[in-house]
């Protein structure tokens, strides 16, 4: 945590926390934040597609069988889009809970959340 930046809640001084509470609204620590979350967002949607691309192969499959049951087949996109959908929300919440919510970023947060084996 100390290569991402300092939690709002570890400050104890009111002075020096009502200076990192202006320091996070500032535009330059949301549009951070606001560029993580879009990272994360990409993340766990790739994670998500990785874990579950063979029922949406099998899903994808039934559309392009003949016969009147193929469409049977195309149930397996509801669990495709619920095991995507659980793994992007689940995954999201826990890493913004963990490194971006009420933290003031460092300058290189991104690189050391996205890649913690690289130091700067």
Not at 66 to 78: A, C, S
Request: proline share 4%.
């Amino acid at each position: 945590m100390a290569d991402i930046g300092r939690r709002l809640g570890d400050i104890d001084n009111t002075f020096e926390r009502g200076v990192c509470e202006a320091l996070y609204r500032s535009p330059e620590q949301r549009r951070q934040r606001w560029l993580i979350t879009a990272l994360l967002v990409l993340k766990h949607t790739l994670r998500g597609l990785l874990f579950s691309w063979p029922l949406y192969l099998i899903g994808f499959a039934s559309l392009a069988m003949p016969g009147e049951y193929g469409w049977l087949l195309g149930v397996f996109f509801i669990p495709a889009l619920w095991v995507s959908g659980v793994i992007l929300v689940k995954g999201i919440r826990e890493e913004y809970h963990r490194y971006v919510k009420d933290v003031v970023l460092k300058a290189g947060a991104m690189r050391a959340i996205f890649w913690p084996w690289r130091k700067a």
